[in-house]
């Protein structure tokens, strides 16, 4: 069975950093692509950021481009989101999902989330 | 690219036919997907290259569509098929879009 467990969330004053992490399990961790999600309070979803397989794709929504970075430890079968210079509109739920394929596609599997919340 | 669904609202009662449609502003190939969440639940993956059917999903779920205008269609309302339903487009990692999303509930 398919497990995403994501954690690192929590609150933060505007400006300061958090590390999101994803603990995969249940796949072969190494041969899918990967994603963070959100989905900030009463709101649609929005895709953060994605990774190939094999870490050689990385994309991000232009919101978070030079502030967050996605990787992936194939060997630790975890997926990360550092997140730097948070904003108050980076308040939301952050899901971790599994792509159906290496390279991107569509979102096979979802952690429940770990929620950010970025205020004074 | 950006996809905006429609209706946003739906209302529909148990055994109804209903579609919703996705439009691309340019084409995505068949890179669409569409999902179903309920409240205080992640999403739940429903089709995927536009018509295929997630191992899974009931039957009743299809989707269609390609270029720049897409349809789910649910052909006779359950009541576990009441929630907010989105589509998404893969377009390399140049970006990957989410509509706005079509709530359906019970009238």
């Known amino acids: 069975e398919v497990q995403l467990v994501e954690s690192g969330g929590g609150l933060v004053q505007p400006g300061r950093s958090l590390r999101l992490s994803c603990a995969a399990s249940?796949?072969?961790?190494?041969?899918?692509?990967m994603h963070w999600v959100r989905q900030a309070p009463g709101k649609g979803l929005e895709w953060v950021s994605g990774?190939?397989?094999?870490?050689?794709?990385?994309g991000y929504v232009d919101s978070v481009k030079g502030r967050f970075t996605i990787s992936r430890d194939n060997a630790k079968n975890s997926l990360y989101l550092q997140m730097n210079s948070l904003r108050n509109e980076d308040t939301a739920l952050y899901y971790c999902?599994?792509?159906?394929?290496?390279?991107?596609?569509?979102?096979?599997?979802w952690g429940q989330g770990t929620m950010v919340t970025v205020s004074s | 690219i950006q996809l905006t669904q429609s209706p946003s609202f739906l209302s529909a009662s148990v055994g109804d036919r209903v579609t919703i449609t996705c439009r691309a502003s340019?084409?995505?190939?068949?890179?669409l997907a569409w999902y179903q969440q309920k409240p205080g639940k992640a999403p739940k993956l429903l089709i995927y290259?536009?018509?295929t059917l997630q191992t899974g999903v009931p039957s009743r779920f299809s989707g269609s569509g390609s270029g720049t205008e897409f349809t789910l269609t649910v052909s006779s309302l359950q009541p576990e098929d009441f929630a907010t339903y989105y589509c998404?487009?893969?377009?390399?990692?140049?970006?990957?879009?989410f509509g706005q999303g079509t709530r359906l509930e019970i009238k």
């Open positions: 999902a599994k792509d159906i394929g290496s390279y991107g596609d569509a979102f096979e599997n």
């Open positions: 249940g796949f072969t961790f190494d041969a899918y692509a």
């Open positions: 990774i190939s397989y094999n870490s050689a794709n990385i």
């Open positions: 340019q084409g995505v190939s068949f890179y």
């Open positions: 290259a536009a018509s």
């Open positions: 998404q487009q893969f377009n390399s990692y140049l970006g990957v879009t």
